[in-house]
């Protein structure tokens, strides 16, 4: 089973920048899955921010984030990475990474992604 461990959050003041890297355990297999990123915030549901297609000729974004966050993956390095700038207050969350290995669908609705990781904290401050 492969495994995702997200890693680049911290605190950051708002208008900054910052990249999240979502590395997955095993190659062979990765590369072929759809990827995403999905954010939670307290007390509020799980949150579509970006998707990309196994070889990251296809993007998506949620309307929130379009123009100011970009996601990106090296097949070669089993890592799907979410360049975000300009950012908000508003996107204080935890930042997920997800996976579709069964069908690689690009979607936006989290119950489809089959492997999920740990979470990865992002704090904006204003």
């Known amino acids: 089973q492969v495994q995702l461990v997200e890693s680049g959050g911290r605190l950051v003041q708002a208008g900054g920048s910052l990249r999240l890297s979502c590395a997955a355990s095993t190659g062979r297999t990765s590369s072929t899955y759809a990827m995403c990123w999905f954010r939670q915030a307290p007390g509020m549901e799980r949150e579509f921010v970006a998707a990309?297609?196994?070889?990251?000729?296809?993007?998506y974004y949620a309307d929130s984030v379009k123009g100011r966050f970009t996601i990106s993956r090296d097949n070669a390095k089993n890592t799907v990475y979410l360049q975000m700038s300009s950012l908000k207050p508003e996107d204080t969350a935890v930042y997920y990474c997800?996976?579709?290995?069964?069908?690689?669908?690009?979607?936006?609705?989290?119950?489809?992604?089959?492997?999920w990781g740990q979470g990865t904290q992002v704090t904006v401050s204003s």
């Open positions: 990309i297609n196994w070889s990251g000729g296809s993007t």
């Open positions: 997800a996976a579709d290995s069964r069908f690689s669908r690009v979607t936006t609705t989290p119950s489809l992604y089959d492997i």
